[in-house]
């Protein structure tokens, strides 16, 4: 067995009203440990077999850590640099649209929340998917992935690549 990714933090100043945030953006259950300094954003459901069954995959859960004192670490005072970056590229995180979800809504309730759209309507051939973007208030880049289909259906006003 390779080794396996379990888990993406996010950096945000203020877990609390991060964990807020993506609860009732994408409605993650957000388990405090401890609340305002760690927040593990839980999605729930397993990834679907083809047939739509649920496979033995689980969705993978996602952190939020402040950086001020960014846990675990054997240091009491943890890490440096202990502020959110604000230049220059970040990691990104992508998210599957659930089937009982629209990207609309979505970004609505983040833009709603002090979320900026990036873009919208964008579809990526290389992949087969229908995508989004938007930056959270902490800075961090959120992909939303919609499925294509097969033959792919692409709404006339999405661009392409």
């Known amino acids: 067995m390779p080794n396996t990714l379990i888990f993406v933090d996010l950096p945000a100043d203020d877990p609390a009203a991060a964990g807020r945030f993506y609860a009732e953006v994408f409605g993650w ?22 047939d739509g069954t649920d496979s ?44 009982d979800d629209t990207p609309e809504r979505i970004l609505s309730a983040a833009e709603e929340r ?12 290389t992949f087969n998917g229908l995508n989004h973007c938007f930056r959270d208030p902490w800075g961090n880049e959120i992909l ?4 294509a289909g097969d033959p792919p259906k692409i709404p006339d006003d999405y661009t392409r690549e």
């Open 114 to 125: 002090g979320a900026t759209v990036l873009w919208r309507n964008h579809f990526w051939s």
């Open 144 to 147: 939303l992935w919609g499925k």
């Open 29 to 50: 259950r957000d388990d405090h440990k401890p609340e305002g300094v760690y927040h593990r954003m839980v999605p729930g459901g397993m990834f679907p077999n083809p």
């Open 56 to 99: 033995e995959i689980g969705n993978l859960h996602v952190g939020i850590f402040d950086p001020a004192n960014a846990r675990p670490h054997p240091d009491a005072e943890g890490i440096a640099p202990r502020a959110i970056a604000t230049e220059g590229r970040k990691p990104r995180i992508w998210v599957l649209i659930s089937d």
